[in-house]
Structures are given as structure tokens and as C-alpha cells.
């Protein structure tokens, strides 16, 4: 079976072939990503919890559609920054799947679809128990994306 690598290889050609500057092929995805994670990352918990433990209820009402409106964005912009630095990784010829950054940004979009699946379901039911889940597993990716982004920090500075 061919590698990840090897699979991307054609795409990362292109995109190599495309004469992008190395400092934005080898910093862009962290630079973009790093705005996405503590800007939308930061408010989407936020105002998560916040739905959940402010005592206004107008409050919470606002809190949860705040949410509900940006964590779908996020949930795309994790989706294409983890696409971009998958092919950043493969345009340096780097090995993709030997990195702990590549696998923590494979576990935090697991855990966000599921997490988006746990949503989509109106909470099973609006289950008081499911909303629970939403929230811990929600603050665990995002404490996974910090994990992340120091491992990342450590790959670019690496390569």
C-alpha cells in the first residue's frame, strides 16, 4: 500500500511547481492556523461554556447561538488548515504520518465531527447527558489544538 506521501506526491508537485515563497509554504499553515485556533477556537469554547453556566437565560440563549453559528466555520477552517499542512508537509518533503502533529490534528477533527454528529442529533434527544459529553469533548480538542500547536511550533523548527 503506498504511503500517505506518495498518494499526495502529484498535489504536492503541483503546488510546488506553483513558485510559492518556502517561508509561506513552511510558516503559512502555522501563522493561519494559529489565528483560527485562538481567535474562533477560544470564542467557540467560550461561549459554550457560557451557554451552559451563565444564569441569564438571555444570556445562554445568546451564548449557544453564538456557537451554534461559528463553530461550523471553525470545524471548515480546522478542516482546510489541516488539508494545507498536510500538503505543506508533502511540498518538504517531509515525512507526513511520522509526526505527532500530524496525528494530534487528525484526533481533534475526529473528536470535533463527533462532536458535530453529537449536535446534529439535537443532543440525542436534548439529553441533559449528551450536552455534558458536547461540552468536555469539545474542551478536549481544543486543549489537544494547544497540544498541537506546540508540537507544531517544534516540527517547523525543526524542518
Known sequence: M???????????NQFRNLGIPAPIVHWGHPLMMAIV???MGSFVGWVGWRGRLVAD???????????RKLAPWMFLFLSLGYTGGVLSLGM???????????WTGSIVLVLLALNAVISMSS??????SMRTVHAYLGSTALCILFLHAVL???LGLSI
Do not use: C, M, Y
Request: net charge neutral.
Open 123 to 128: 443532543f440525542g434527544g436534548n439529553r441533559p
Open 2 to 12: 503506498a504511503s500517505l506521501n506518495e498518494l499526495l506526491e502529484p498535489i504536492a
Open 92 to 102: 518538504q518533503h517531509q515525512a507526513i504520518t511520522e509526526s505527532p502533529h500530524f
Open 57 to 67: 437565560k438571555d444570556a445562554a440563549i445568546k451564548s449557544r447561538a453564538d456557537q
Open 152 to 154: 507544531g511550533l517544534k
Open 37 to 39: 485556533v485562538l481567535v
